[in-house]
């Protein structure tokens, strides 16, 4: 017991009776005592700092005669400014910042501060020999790592390495984005010939908060032989209908066979083109797949929700050159062209990178390159697609270089930051609020309507637009 540390809702301040623990223990005046649950009582024969691990440092913990546990207090965690989350599937303490300072796992019927994982994959990147693995896990889209190994040894897609199956691999943006095996699609038999002879459609809002240029649907079509599919993003549901026809074009120019139909949801949009309505599973399984990859990908680097677009945008990217089809045993991109897709030119969604400035006007002391964040590819070109922080703006470029180690972002909105702003009547009722309130738009929409206007007008992280048609985002 003396190593594992308890999260206590109950205690009111840090507290432990091993000496070993502490990195500086000052002892005290006054006599003060700790009250047990059993009754008993401990002398407080010190108070000092204990350092858990690199992010998490408490202080004020009280060296407690007599007692047999390590136990964190959740309450002073909250006064000292962390946050401390009760999710199912991702129990964690983050700071100020919102960076995960350490997770927390089930122990009997309380939780314990896990000490042996301290930050994200980043960590395992650098030491660890399963580098490889992990480097495609997030390039294509946080996928899981049986389905990874599987894929990289069938030998079915270009530039995909021979990847070795590793024990253990826990990958924490997959484990918030609660990602199951979503690529295994149960089908009975293929009911169609070619590509573009049946479509499936659906349109969903999957954020609660509008994309940057202010969308707030996607259109999922997805291609019922190679099950290829592509996302459109609209501001209103009757755009649908454009794009619809945009693709039943595009289609039939490439392929000079004719569509025989198009199924769609029950929603009314797609009526005229409906042939039969029926329970559309096919779409639904591939928007709950790209929505799930969409999640995961923005939790790695914590990128701000309102680029769900371009998450969005991305995981169909990836899951066109991945995902097998089911009987037919070839990428739904090689059912389509004919050829096998190429990841090659992947590179983790919402890392770090360097543009190259246009030579000419540069003064022989100005840096070379400009920042930037990679949001996803150019849909005509090869080239790739990157926010440039200081401009503001998404540029087209191959001449750009990646890191993709680095935990790339600052956080998102941080409460925090929102709750120092805020007046202290409200400061008052944090603990409650926070209690309730996991997803930053929650948070906004249960702040009083004044505050909240605030708050959106005072941008925390100005770095990122918050409505911007004109950034080229999606
Ligand atoms: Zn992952």
């Not at 009754?39 to 024969?45: A, D, F, I, S």
């Not at 169609?192 to 940057?212: F, I, K, N, Q």
């Not at 969409?294 to 169909?316: G, Q, S, Y």
């Amino acid at each position: 017991m003396e190593d594992v540390w308890i999260m206590d809702s109950g205690c009111s301040r840090h507290m432990t009776g091993h000496r070993k623990w502490f990195s500086s223990l000052n002892p005290v005046s006054t006599k003060e005592y700790i009250t047990f649950g059993d009754n008993g009582q401990g002398k407080v024969l010190g108070v000092g700092s204990v350092s858990l691990s690199a992010k998490l440092s408490l202080r004020e913990v009280a060296f407690v005669r007599n007692l047999g546990f390590n136990l964190v207090s959740v309450s002073q965690l909250l006064d000292e400014g962390f946050e401390v989350c009760f999710k199912k599937g991702a129990c964690c303490v983050l700071d100020a910042e919102e960076t995960l300072v350490c997770s927390l796992l089930p122990f009997g019927q309380v939780f314990r501060v896990d000490l042996t994982i301290v930050s994200g994959p980043a960590r395992c990147l650098v030491a660890s020999p399963s580098a490889d693995i992990w480097k495609w896990h997030r390039r294509l889209g946080q996928l899981s790592f049986d389905l990874l190994v599987r894929l990289s040894s069938m030998g079915l897609i270009r530039g995909l390495p021979k990847l070795r199956a590793e024990k253990d691999l826990v990958c924490h943006p997959c484990r918030h984005g609660k990602m199951v095996a979503a690529s295994h699609i149960p089908v009975s038999r293929v009911m169609t010939s070619y590509p573009g002879e049946l479509l499936h459609m659906d349109t969903v809002s999957p954020a609660r908060v509008a994309s940057v240029s202010g969308k707030w649907y996607v259109l999922v079509i997805v291609d019922d032989f190679s099950r290829f599919s592509w996302v459109f993003f609209m501001e209103f549901k009757n755009e649908a209908f454009g794009f619809v026809w945009d693709l039943v074009l595009r289609l039939r120019n490439e392929s000079h066979k004719a569509m025989r139909a198009i199924r769609g949801d029950n929603g009314g949009e797609f009526e005229i083109l409906v042939s039969k309505t029926s329970v559309n599973g096919v779409v639904e399984r591939k928007n709950r797949t790209l929505v799930e990859m969409a999640r995961t990908m923005l939790d790695e680097h914590r990128t701000p929700r309102r680029f769900w677009a371009e998450a969005v945008n991305m995981a169909c990217y990836i899951a066109n050159r991945i995902f097998l089809r089911a009987f037919l045993g070839k990428t739904s991109y090689e059912l389509r062209f004919g050829r096998q897709p190429s990841v090659k030119h992947l590179r983790a969604f919402g890392c770090r990178c360097f543009v190259l400035k246009k030579a000419g006007h540069l003064d022989k002391f100005e840096p070379r390159c400009l920042d930037g964040i990679f949001p996803g590819y150019a849909s005509s070109s090869r080239a790739f697609r990157v926010w440039i922080l200081e401009a503001k703006q998404v540029v087209e470029t191959c001449e750009v270089s990646f890191d993709e180690t680095m935990q790339a972002q600052p956080p998102p909105l941080s409460f925090r930051v929102m709750m120092k702003k805020a007046p202290p009547s409200l400061r008052m009722r944090k603990v409650r609020l926070m209690m309730v309130m996991q997803e930053p738009l929650h948070r906004l929409q249960l702040l009083p309507p004044l505050l909240r206007a605030q708050m959106m007008k005072e941008d925390p992280c100005p770095r990122f637009p918050r409505h911007s048609p004109d950034s080229k985002l999606m």
